[in-house]
């Protein structure tokens, strides 16, 4: 064959040989994009459909329906501030507990924790992660709730209350009426907005500390030996070396673990007593929008049902404004980090 010949058909087929994988280029990038926007259509689907069936509820009461604690399904009169003000109070209550407790974790098993100890605490750890929400709250309800009501809440209410036994104001009660306010109940069981809020901060302390943990472990060695060669101590290299490169996935851990915390359903269903009145008290009952959903959702109909829906939506709205924050924090650092 005349090398002529033999250049053009090898050309030839460079060319189709191109072609083909332009066009399965085309493929895999509609097919990639097609897995992402299922995603979103699927979220914008679900916001949707909550919504639509929210429409009487919000229709009917407006935005009344938003800032009332009355919730009367003999009177078809429904408002959302009880279970709204449950879900965020006992959200940040787990927050609040549990990113310390998380924070002590990574930084044992990172920096301080034996060779021979840090697998079998891991793993503990990530299987306190895989137990069923439920059985937190059978745990909560039959062993915490309680507990909590026989030896926690009485000192509680008679050191920080502003109802203790003997009829007088605490100390703190009388001089900071506020705390005086949110530990003073009459309420005589431990279900509570404050033990539904430890309960979600055990729940969410393996998320947040496996998270932690990683992040830890990606630090370059050779920064925290120069830091130890310098003199620092363990909590300063933690604190001044190995927390600030990585904060950015910290607190994406943080908010992955309130994002939990957010929408826990059966867990809260069982120990925040699901009652439907606001109270100043950590140490009153409560709901959340996501127990209350539960509990009224199978016997709902008509206004009731179109109420709990709007629930749902509300529920929508919180998350993606927890995430929103944190996807602005999150840029302001990596802002910072690139100055």
């Known amino acids: 064959m005349p090398a002529t010949e033999a250049s053009i058909m090898s050309t030839d087929i460079l060319e189709q040989r191109s072609r083909r994988d332009a066009r399965n280029e085309r493929l895999f ?15 914008l689907g679900a916001a949707g459909a909550t919504l639509w069936g929210g429409r009487d509820a919000f229709g009917t009461f407006g935005w009344h329906f938003l800032v009332s604690s009355e919730w009367d399904p003999g009177n078809d009169v429904y408002g959302a501030m009880v279970p709204v003000y449950g879900t965020v109070a006992t959200s940040f209550i787990a927050l609040l ?3 310390p407790i998380s924070f002590g974790i990574a930084v044992y098993l990172s920096e301080v924790a034996p060779t021979w100890l840090r697998t079998p605490v891991s793993s503990a750890i990530e299987l306190l992660a895989g137990i069923p929400s439920i059985i937190y709250g059978m745990w909560g309800l039959f062993v915490f709730a309680p507990f909590f009501a026989d030896h926690v809440k009485p000192w509680l209410t008679s050191n920080l209350g502003n109802k203790p036994d003997d009829g007088k104001l605490s100390w703190v009660a009388e001089h900071v009426p506020f705390v005086g306010k949110l530990f003073g109940s009459d309420y005589p069981f431990g279900a509570s907005i404050l033990v539904a809020g430890i309960v979600l901060a055990i729940m969410i302390i393996p998320f947040i500390s496996s998270v932690m943990r ?16 310098l003199g620092s101590s363990t ?5 001044d070396i190995v927390l600030p490169y990585t904060r950015s996935a910290v607190i994406g851990g943080i908010f992955l673990g309130l994002g939990r915390a957010l929408g826990e359903t059966m867990a809260v269903t ?3 007593g699901n ?12 709901a959340s929008i996501a127990s209350t959903i539960a509990n009224q959702f199978s016997e709902a109909a008509g206004l009731q049902k179109s109420a709990l829906m709007a629930l749902a939506f509300l529920l929508f709205v919180v998350t993606f404004i927890v995430l929103l924050i944190a996807r602005l924090m999150l840029r302001r650092l990596a802002s910072k980090e690139g100055r």
């Open 270 to 272: 069982f120990v925040l």
């Open 29 to 43: 990038r509609w097919l990639l994009k097609g897995c992402a926007l299922i995603v979103l259509a699927s979220l």
């Open 235 to 239: 909590w300063e290299v933690s604190w």
């Open 275 to 286: 009652a439907m009145h606001l109270s100043a008290s950590l140490l009153d009952p409560g």
């Open 97 to 99: 507990i549990a990113v």
């Open 214 to 229: 990683e992040v830890f472990q990606t630090v370059p060695t050779r920064l925290k030996e120069s830091a130890y060669a």
